[in-house]
């Protein structure tokens, strides 16, 4: 079978192999160029031009004949199209001929022009024609990827002048706003002090704010107090579990291999939580970047910043693997997700689409792709799988934290000690069968005993071996340097059918200041991580500061996160976009100040509602009118429910509950064992490939072994369901209730207000009280069958009534509750 | 609260609908596609936006699979090869030292169609006029871990969608109380979920899973469609408060809340009403073989999926398995066919008496199909070269064998059928062009039958 499904056939690697034979111009007579000019030229112009030319842009095949070096190589059979000389093994005349293939398709041409081509290969097929189609082909994508967006450097040619002046001077309000002049639209009113309150708080940290929160901000919404809640938020520890959770998406981040034999990655959690604290400390985005590429090449200040760097390759380790695979394929495969996630995840570029051709829309060559394979195949992956079943390539971990290198061969050693009895074990076995196997008469029985005897013993040894194992350090998943290589082009996906040389380096249609240059026995992550964060490099930045702004305006400038190419959508806003990048770079590369600055905006500020002569002209709100109604992520809505009722334990998690399992097929551990009961946040539940939490499949949690660069919203029948009957609803609701009892003991109004406040972040107001009221006494009427406790029918009644709080389609979207003003804060300069 | 608000805060008065149309992703929309589904995420917006459509007039309008996992053996049950019968014992493959091992079990010409069908299938045979055997089919893999994959999703080296997700994706529900895409006791090794994964599809495409492979089927159900906690009458009053809540906004956002709401309130009575078998006459549950312990599960699950077909399922696959007879095949595949075939056989004789055949496909096959060789004394290694699918209802010819394998069933050499052309077909049939069910992620436009696949035109009726 193919070596990769998907492969094309390639007839365009066949031309350029054999067409090298016909690169000398052939000495034409007279004649035969008249010939060639009134016969032949006329009807290649006219009838096949325009699928088969280098220029043609709707090529079918990668056949061309407008030289004669490209009507002389292969067409799509493989085969060259034409034997000078010897019409009938020409394929070119056969087609003509309708034998096999039929060209043109449209018509058959008239015998009497077929002969002509029949008389003209028989002289020798003479062609004027100079040319070598390959390289004309290059230069016209070279020329055609100048024109891709992207790869031209970020601009920034001063502030667009708007007409309203007075809406808002702030630098992305001022393009925001151009923008909607533009296209005649106008700003709705800003959100309501809860509105965005509540909408800052999970943007920037993925919780509700408390009830005093709301109160304090509400009661006083100033420009001051709005830019006191922002900076608080983004010191909060909370801030990088929010926005760590953002970058596992794109990481691909999984604690198991995914792939049909799945096996459990105990390790992989040091990763996360490398993560979530490189957002917390605001980590520079270059020195993020770098540090997960190319962390174990660096140099530390001490142990602790070594440990830092050498986590952060987990980046690189925890795609999804088949451990069964063959040697090469594994090795290929491996590189090729280390490829498509780095290229997506930084690049915003789908470079993993040149592993078998030249990519289609994009001016990247399969020669690049490799080039980066090269660079992935001279690194050593740690995964950490031993050899079982399905497993066969075994790989080492990083030990790490206190003594970790002491402790790890101290345990490696206790490793071997119980290895080596084993296979002691393993022996008297052998020597036990063999003797039982014997004659019964001539059985040593002495010796039999004494076999069993001994594997007794040494059963013992190991047993107890295994009970006073030594204390293991903690492991991580990464990188370290391998052998450096150079592969050559796998030429259709294929390692066996080799192409050109493909020397470890980066991508040649991208445009950066200077170069790195790799070093014979060197990698070239290093290198691959500093020719990314080079300051010309017209990609890195957009790519980064467009996920910030989807994160918080719900799609981004450019809406295909990660495709900048052909392919993908154009920015909406790409003045704002370059202004965004350059500030970022300025900025030292803060992802913490590019988000101040954006929340800061009064464009962040605007209202959800709706305007009617707005709709009409932008529906789907891409010029920003208002603030578009986002849902929470499956996190967010369980956070949320956990903390409404008190339960949420806000201390991150201690590693793992995938670690203690150790390496198994996910398959043979049930659910609950994968998913234990917790009330941690989301962000540090265990994520196993196609076993993740229910909760995270209903709600459009990231599917862990793409690279995702945004999430779908889906409203489904199943979500309702869940929020009807599934136990953490129910128990969560139950939960709320008994806070609420506790809180409001006496006082009915006050139990609403709170829940109100807890859940959606605002007071209710005294039709929805009453409204409420009269559920609840509805309620208890009808659990009076039911429960004939009054007290807890109280609560089941009232908990009844958080579970509909959490069903609301205000609970799950940042939405503007109706009744409520707008509030205008003052906008800084 | 008690006059719900139905402006919104500037005041100007616009229907709700007419909102939500403006946005295009109201009821119609929800109600139309899968399971309730809704997408508003940017990257797969579009592909979206309309209700989703068959190209072509469709010759059947759902699927049932039944999944055979392990790789049935064809030259002891669908593929005749009496030369293979009379060559039993002698050598195949020198290098190999292979021998040719004769089917064990007798062949016999079926009714009108004269379809030849071993005695290891007596139900199904008195269906042969029904069946359109597919004997010369081929895939890419003959190891179970790329095999399961491959026929479900078109691939095992990257994570694609299902086929059934492929055709929610592509035809939507034709229920509003029920997912689209519903798996019975599917198999959880060799990809497990994965083969019924959406992947890139918004998840709501995911298949609904019912049990796993092997388990019994008399207490499954689905999950969350009740609790002990809030009795129907407080629910209904539930849903009340929650209207009232909701309705204060006109935006579709919390109108495609509330109508998952109304659709999940539906569900909850539908679906433990569509697992309930106990109204089934005794002669429909003797049909199926249930009650009988052989028999039991499989035909439960058969039953079911009628069940499902009357509801408006989509897509419904049924896994059994082992069929993986390397050895003993001799007591093991004719245990594997008495588990199956008077549950099937009674699937196609309802299906067929309540009209329900005619657009309702039902297909049969396993990832591959077995050598015609011995294999450690006692059995038959996989082959991915010749085997044999089955299909049958919804716009196949009936009685009709297409393509042949050579002489001893090794190899597909008249007509192969390619795994991806079976896909194609499959698609053809519900009025897909495959070439057309296209889904752009990530950069490129991709389908289930990634570039490959041709319709088999000759076996559509």
């Given amino acids: ?829 | 609260m008690s006059k719900p608000v139905q402006q919104n805060s500037s005041g100007h008065s616009v229907s709700r609908r007419q909102a939500i149309k403006g946005i295009g992703a109201g009821l119609g929309c929800l109600a139309a596609s899968s399971f309730g589904l809704n997408v508003q995420a940017g990257t797969t917006l579009g592909s979206l936006g309309d209700a989703p459509a068959p190209h072509f007039p469709p010759k059947a309008k759902r699927v049932i699979f039944l999944f055979m996992r392990g790789g049935p053996s064809q030259m002891d049950t669908f593929d005749y090869k009496p030369a293979l019968n009379k060559s039993d014992g002698k050598e195949f493959d020198k290098k190999k030292k292979t021998k040719l091992f004769g089917s064990p079990w007798k062949f016999k010409q079926r009714q009108e169609s004269g379809l030849w069908i071993s005695e290891l299938h007596p139900y199904l045979a008195q269906c042969a006029d029904d069946l359109c055997l597919i004997r010369s089919m081929k895939t890419d893999s003959s190891a179970h871990p790329r095999a399961i994959p491959l026929l479900h999703t078109g691939s095992f080296a990257f994570v694609r969608p299902s086929i059934g997700s492929w055709i929610v994706y592509g035809l939507g529900s034709e229920n509003r109380d029920l997912p689209g895409f519903i798996t019975i006791n599917p198999t959880r090794v060799f990809g497990g979920p994965a083969n019924f994964g959406s992947a890139f599809l918004p998840s709501s495409y995911s298949g609904t899973r019912i049990g796993w492979e092997g388990e019994s089927l008399k207490n499954a159900k689905f999950s969350n469609v009740s609790n002990k906690k809030v009795p129907r009458s407080l629910q209904q009053e539930q849903m009340k408060l929650l209207r009232s809540m909701n309705g204060q906004y006109i935006t579709p956002e919390a109108q495609g809340v509330m109508d998952s709401f109304e659709l999940g309130m539906r569900m909850q009575d539908v679906a433990p009403n569509v697992m309930d078998i106990s109204q089934e006459s005794k002669e429909t549950l003797e049909q199926y073989g249930i009650g009988e312990s052989t028999t039991d599960n499989f035909g439960r699950q058969c039953l079911l999926a009628r069940r499902f077909v009357e509801a408006g399922v989509r897509f419904i696959e049924l896994g059994h398995g082992s069929w993986d007879h390397h050895k003993d095949i001799k007591k093991g595949l004719p245990d594997k066919c008495r588990q199956t075939d008077k549950p099937m056989a009674g699937l196609l004789k309802d299906l067929k008496q309540r009209g329900l055949l005619e657009d309702t496909l039902v297909v049969w096959g396993g990832e591959f199909g077995r050598l015609p060789t011995l294999e450690f004394g006692s059995g038959r290694g996989h082959n991915a070269d010749g085997f044999t699918f089955w299909m049958a209802g919804g716009g196949v010819k009936g009685g009709y064998s297409h393509g042949e394998t050579d002489e001893f069933g090794r190899r597909s050499v008249i007509d192969p059928v390619h795994l991806y052309d079976l896909q194609a077909t499959i698609l053809h049939l519900l009025g897909l062009d495959h070439k057309k069910l296209v889904y752009r992620y990530g950069g490129r436009d991709f389908r289930l039958t990634d570039i490959h696949g041709e319709v088999v035109h000759k076996i559509v009726s």
């Fill in chain 1, 1 to 829: 079978m193919k070596y990769l499904p998907g492969v094309l056939s390639c007839p365009f690697l066949l031309a350029i192999l054999f067409s090298s034979s016909f690169a000398v111009a052939d000495d034409m007579t007279q004649r035969e160029r008249e010939f060639f000019e009134e016969k032949i030229r006329p009807v290649l112009v006219k009838h096949c031009y325009e699928c088969h030319s280098v220029k043609s842009e709707n090529m079918d095949s990668d056949y061309s004949l407008d030289t004669r070096m490209g009507i002389r190589s292969a067409g799509s059979s493989g085969e060259i199209a034409i034997v000078p000389g010897d019409p009938k093994n020409s394929p070119l005349l056969r087609a003509l001929n309708y034998e096999d293939l039929e060209m043109p398709p449209d018509e058959k041409l008239p015998a009497s022009v077929i002969a002509d081509f029949e008389k003209w290969i028989k002289m020798g097929a003479p062609d004027p024609r100079d040319g070598d189609p390959f390289k004309m082909r290059k230069e016209l994508e070279k020329k055609k990827s100048a024109t891709l967006w992207s790869l031209n450097p970020p601009e920034f040619k001063g502030l667009p002048r708007v007409k309203n002046k007075k809406w808002s001077q702030h630098p992305v309000d001022r393009f925001v706003l151009a923008q909607m002049e533009r296209h005649r639209l106008h700003p709705v009113g800003d959100a309501s002090a809860e509105a965005l309150l509540r909408r800052v708080y999970f943007d920037l940290i993925g919780l509700p704010p408390s009830p005093e929160q709301v109160e304090a901000f509400t009661k006083n919404p100033t420009s001051e107090a709005y830019t006191k809640v922002v900076d608080e938020l983004l010191s909060s520890p909370h801030f990088g579990e929010r926005w760590g959770r953002h970058w596992l998406d794109l990481a691909r981040y999984a604690e198991s291999s995914g792939m049909e034999f799945n096996f459990t990655y105990p390790h992989a959690w040091p990763y996360r939580d490398y993560v979530i604290a490189a957002f917390n400390k605001d980590k520079p985005y270059d020195r993020f970047l770098t540090e997960q590429l190319a962390g174990d090449l660096l140099e530390a200040k001490d142990q602790k910043e070594r440990e830092e760097n050498l986590l952060a390759t987990g980046f690189l380790a925890i795609g999804p693997k088949r451990h069964n695979a063959s040697g090469t394929e594994f090795k290929y495969d491996l590189a090729d997700d280390q490829i498509k996630t780095v290229t997506k995840t930084f690049l915003g570029l789908t470079v993993a689409c040149a592993r078998c051709h030249d990519h289609k829309f994009d001016p990247i060559p399969t020669k690049d792709y490799y080039a980066l394979g090269s660079i992935f195949q001279s690194t050593k992956t740690l995964y950490g799988t031993k050899t079982i079943k399905y497993s066969n390539h075994p790989s080492p971990l990083i030990p790490f934290g206190e003594n970790a290198v002491e402790l790890n061969k101290k345990y490696l050693a206790h490793l071997e000690k119980i290895n080596k009895l084993n296979k002691e074990v393993k022996a008297a076995d052998g020597l036990r069968l063999k003797l039982e196997n014997m004659d019964e008469k001539k059985q040593d029985k002495k010796a039999i005993a004494e076999a069993k005897a001994k594997i007794e013993k040494l059963k013992k040894q190991i047993k107890e071996l295994e009970k006073n194992a030594p204390k293991q350090p903690k492991y991580a998943m990464g990188v370290a340097e391998g052998k450096a290589i150079d592969l050559t082009v796998a030429v259709g996906g294929n390692p066996s059918t080799r192409g050109e040389k493909a020397p470890r380096g980066f991508l040649s249609a991208v445009p950066v200041k200077q170069t790195p240059t790799i070093a014979s026995n060197s990698c070239g992550r290093l290198e691959l991580a500093k020719w990314m964060t080079d300051p010309g490099n017209p990609l890195v930045s957009r790519v980064m500061v467009n996920r910030i702004w989807q994160h918080l305006f719900g799609i981004g400038i450019v809406p295909t996160p990660n495709n900048f190419g052909t392919i993908g959508k154009p920015p909406t806003h790409p003045e704002l976009l370059d202004f965004l990048a350059i500030t970022f770079m300025e900025n030292k590369w803060s992802v913490k100040k590019m988000i101040r600055m954006l929340v800061l905006s009064r464009t962040y500020r605007l209202s959800t509602v709706d305007d009617e002569a707005n709709r009409l002209i932008d529906p789907q709100n891409v010029y920003l009118w208002k603030a578009t109604a986002r849902r929470l992520e499956a996190e967010a809505i369980r956070d949320a429910i956990l903390a409404v009722s008190g339960e949420l334990d806000l201390t991150p998690a201690e590693g793992s509950t995938v670690t203690p399992i150790g390496q198994k097929l996910a398959r043979d551990v049930p659910y609950e064992k994968l998913n234990p009961p917790s009330k941690k946040r989301s962000v540090y539940l265990p994520i196993v490939r196609n076993y993740e939490p229910h909760i995270f499949q209903e709600f459009d949690f990231a599917s862990s072994s793409l690279v995702v660069g945004q999430r779908a919203t889906t409203t489904t029948a199943k979500q309702a369901l869940f929020f009807l009957n599934n136990d953490f609803i129910l128990a969560q609701s139950e939960a709320t209730a008994k806070l609420l009892m506790k809180q409001a003991p006496q006082d009915v109004d006050a139990r609403i207000r709170l829940a109100y406040l807890r859940a959606l972040s605002r007071q209710p107001s005294t039709d929805e009280i009453a409204h409420v009221k009269q559920y609840l006494e509805q309620a208890e009427k009808d659990l009076a069958k039911a429960e004939p406790d009054a007290a807890k029918r109280r609560l089941r009644a009232l908990a009844s009534f958080v579970q509909v709080i959490f069903s609301s389609a205000e609970f799950r979207y940042l939405i503007q509750p109706p009744q409520q003003k707008q509030t205008t804060i003052l906008t800084r300069k």
